[in-house]
């Protein structure tokens, strides 16, 4: 069984209690993601096991992958560094210690631009490769990215997808710029894979969230349960045709995930026969 695990930071908001408007998610053309919610599962988890933990973004990406922040938690700068320098050892960095996300680790890949996040998926013995894009748009590195996820199921066990561009035009409070990225991943990363996913005679589970809710209002981070898509190819359903990924429509199913490294537990031991074995 394959997995692919695309995180998109950000993507969640909270609604705007001065305007009363909807949320990013809730108002953008995302037809991609809201096939994977109707086809599959959506569901909320949360972003920290302990609501005493820092609400960073990297602390939430840590522990989505199964590291305990109990161990201590990384440096920023140590993790910039080791994803930038191909030939560090991790012995180099003293905040920075390995960790294992069975079934994945060692059989797996990352897909992302930012350096943070390379580092910290060498941490997992996950192995970053490289993303050549022709500009730097964010369509043009959603493409490339999207481009190489084939391949990347092939020969791995394990994809992870990292793209930061909702989160960016969270912390600027742009409404606008929010909805526009939401609508290019959905359009440029999220439909290709999807695409893949569902043509593909690999049995493959596709699973989509976030790190944290990231109010466009408040510039900052909240520690509140985040929403996740679950696809699984083989277990293909048409469900309601209404049916949107959203925030709210998150939180209206029972989910047994009460730390959010259950999410990556839960990918790695999925395992389910063929149809007719």
């Known amino acids: 069984m394959k997995t692919i695990l695309i995180v998109i930071a ?5 609604p705007d209690p001065f305007t009363a408007q909807d949320t990013p998610l809730s108002v953008a053309k995302t037809p991609a993601l809201d096939m994977l919610a109707r086809r599959g599962e959506i569901l909320a988890v949360p972003p920290l096991s302990d609501f005493n933990e820092e609400i ?27 994803g930038l320098n191909n030939s ?7 905040s920075l210690r390995p960790f294992v996300i069975p079934a994945f ?10 350096a943070w996040v390379r580092g910290v998926a060498k941490c997992a ?6 993303i050549y894009s ?41 409404y606008k710029a929010k909805i526009r990225a939401l609508e290019v991943l959905d359009r440029h990363l999220i ?16 699973a989509v969230t976030t790190d944290l809710i990231t109010p466009w209002h408040r510039r900052q981070p909240a520690s509140l349960r ?32 009460m730390d959010p490294s259950d999410l990556i537990r839960y990918l790695s031991n999925f395992n389910v026969e063929e149809e007719g074995d």
């Open 10 to 14: 950000g993507m969640a908001d909270l």
């Open 56 to 82: 960073s973004h990297k602390n939430a990406l840590l522990s989505l992958l199964g590291y305990d922040l109990g161990r201590g938690i990384p440096k920023m700068e140590e993790l910039l560094e080791f």
């Open 88 to 94: 560090a050892a991790i012995n180099d960095f003293p």
């Open 105 to 114: 680790s060692g059989h797996g890949v990352c897909l992302t631009t930012s």
């Open 125 to 130: 013995l996950i192995r970053p490769l490289d």
């Open 134 to 174: 022709p500009g730097s748009s964010d369509a043009e590195i959603a493409d490339a990215i999207a481009q190489l996820v084939g391949n990347a199921v092939v020969n791995n066990e394990f994809v992870f997808i990292y793209i930061d561009s909702p989160l960016r035009a969270s912390l600027r409070g742009d």
């Open 191 to 206: 439909s290709p894979v999807a695409d893949f996913v569902w043509k593909s005679e690999l049995l493959i589970n596709l």
């Open 226 to 257: 985040v929403p996740v898509a679950l696809y699984f190819n083989n277990q293909d359903h048409e469900g309601d045709p209404d049916q949107r990924f959203t925030e709210v429509e998150s939180m209206l199913n029972d989910s047994d995930m």
